[in-house]
């Protein structure tokens, strides 16, 4: 059972849609859960962090963690075509051992 | 700031043959990370260092991988006797505390022929 999975996609969404990403992850102790966008040939950029169950809140951008469930999700909202990119989700299950999902493509249509 | 920087950009190299790759990190951040990504895969981690010491290495890490921080600041990974396997995106990020938020350098990419 890999750590972090996530859908592959590809997810297209029209421009000014919500996109959402999902990431499931396997270790019940996980402690910290982030969210990195990734373009074609560059390196991950993070985009947001959540410690605690509930809902984070930045800009366009929502985190979403149930521990219970075992999930974490990113909501786009206004999706734009310059958030057309893969997205990876990375758990960490304490200690300094961070896990990546494989990432899911996100293309957003104009 | 000018975030983590890496370097060479990229390093193409003949089998058989050893590498070096230098990750300079965000500097006030202890902790520094590798990691390899291949394509359409996420990060992998490799090893990480606070400070100094290196206190952790993926059991996937073999005896051709070395990796140091000789002062805390910059770090080194070194690759000997290079295979056609190892290319791929070799990636240094670094954190300010221990399950924290990472930064990551534009990464090294290593072709090997």
């Known amino acids: 059972q890999k750590e972090v999975e996530q859908n592959s996609g590809p997810l297209s969404v029209p421009e000014g849609a919500i996109a959402s990403l999902n990431c499931t992850y396997s270790?019940?102790?996980?402690?910290?859960f982030f969210w990195y966008r990734q373009y074609s040939g560059k390196s991950p950029e993070l985009i947001m962090s959540i410690y605690s169950n509930g809902d984070k809140e930045d800009g366009r951008f929502t985190a979403q963690l149930n521990k219970a469930s075992q999930y974490v999700s990113l909501l786009i909202r206004d999706s734009q075509p310059s958030d057309s990119a893969t997205y990876l989700c990375?758990?960490?299950?304490?200690?300094?051992?961070?896990?990546f999902g494989t990432g899911t493509s996100l293309t957003v249509i104009p | 700031d000018t975030g983590v920087s890496q370097d060479p950009r990229h390093k193409i190299t003949k089998r058989g043959q050893n590498v070096t790759f230098r990750c300079d990190p965000i500097?006030?951040?202890?902790?520094l990370y590798w990691y390899r990504q291949t394509l359409g895969q996420g990060p992998e981690f490799l090893t990480y260092f606070q400070n100094e010491a290196q206190l952790e290495k993926s059991r996937l890490l073999s005896d051709r991988f070395s990796a140091e921080r000789p002062k805390g600041s910059f770090s080194t990974l070194e690759i000997q006797r290079t295979e056609q396997g190892d290319s791929a995106m070799y990636l240094c990020?670094?954190?300010?505390?221990?399950?924290?938020?990472?930064?990551f350098g534009p990464g090294t990419r290593l072709t090997v022929l």
């Open positions: 990020a670094s954190s300010p505390f221990e399950s924290g938020e990472q930064f």
């Open positions: 270790d019940r102790g996980s402690q910290s």
């Open positions: 500097s006030e951040h202890n902790r």
């Open positions: 990375a758990v960490n299950k304490g200690g300094n051992q961070f896990y």
